[in-house]
Every structure is written in C-alpha cells, then in structure tokens.
C-alpha cells in the first residue's frame, strides 16, 4: 500500500460532504475526454461504447457511488471488462496513470486522494477478474504503480 492509499484508508470522511456531485462529474468527465483522445486507449474505448451519453451517467453514477456512497450505481463492470480481447497489464496502467493525472489537476484535494486510492484498487480488481477470466487457475499478477 503506498502512502496515498494509506493516508485515505486512516481518514474517515462523511462520504457525502467529501465532493459535490458537479465535482464528480467534472472529474468524470475531464478524464473520459482524455481517454478518447488517448492514442492508445481511446480506440479501445471507441470500438466497445455505442452510446457515449449513456455510458458517461453510468460512469458517474458509478463514481459518485464510490466517492460520496450515493447508491446510484447498480451493475458488474468485472464480466463486462473480462469479456473485452486483448487487454494487458499495461493498458491497465496506463488507465491508471491517466487518472492519477486527471484527479490531481482536479481542486478538490480529498476527493482526488480517494478517488485514486479506489482507482487503484478498482484497476487491480477489474485486471485480477480479467486474468481469472481467461485461466481460472492462474494466480493473478499485480499491477506495478508507476
């Protein structure tokens, strides 16, 4: 566990007085608009998301879930990610990295650390299920933080 996800697991914050939800949707929202022009992950995204609108609600309805425990979200992105070809561990990070860079730049300091503290454990989570995916018996490897 590195220091930033230390640091967010020993703070108790009330989940909903974290961030606003215009703050989650700007989060949301400057980071997907960097994937697609991501010259390495936004093809991947493009060629696997018919409905850009709907998939950004859904997306943050899923972070304001996490960030302020809103209950908006209801789903299972590990089947629907292990069903992708061709994923590796690096896409995996560069995704990371990716939104590492998007949440700092945001103004909100506590909801940029937890916001990726859980996109590190949603990335190794989502990586692990993949793997498993496609050999059960594997004992997944880690993603290396950068």
Same mark, same amino acid.
């Given at each position: 566990?590195? =220091?930033?996800? =230390?640091?967010? +697991? =020993? !703070?108790?914050?009330? !989940?909903? &007085? /974290? ?7 700007? /989060?949301? *929202? ?5 994937? !697609?022009?991501? &010259?390495? /992950? ?9 409905? %850009?609108?709907? *998939? ?11 960030? !302020?425990? +809103? ?8 089947? @629907? *990610?292990?069903? $992708?070809?061709? $994923?590796?561990? &690096?896409?995996? =990070?560069? %995704?990371? @990295? ?8 945001? $103004? ?5 650390? $937890? ?29 290396? *933080?950068?």
């Amino acid at each position: 566990m590195n =220091q930033m996800q =230390q640091r967010v +697991t =020993q !703070r108790e914050w009330p !989940r909903a &007085e /974290l961030c606003t939800e215009e703050e989650v949707s700007r /989060l949301v *929202h400057s980071f997907y608009a960097r994937i !697609r022009q991501d &010259e390495v /992950l936004g093809p991947i995204f493009e060629a696997h998301i018919d409905d %850009w609108d709907r *998939h950004m609600v859904n997306l943050a309805n899923f972070w304001s879930a996490v960030l !302020r425990r +809103t209950g908006r979200f209801s789903g299972a992105p590990i089947p @629907k *990610h292990a069903a $992708l070809p061709g $994923l590796s561990a &690096e896409l995996f =990070q560069r %995704w990371l @990295k990716l939104f590492r860079e998007n949440a700092v730049a945001q $103004l909100d300091r506590d909801m940029s650390e $937890l916001a990726c503290a859980t996109a590190e454990r949603i990335a190794q989570s989502l990586w692990a299920g993949y793997q498993l995916s496609r050999d059960p018996d594997i004992v997944p490897t880690v993603l290396v *933080h950068g």
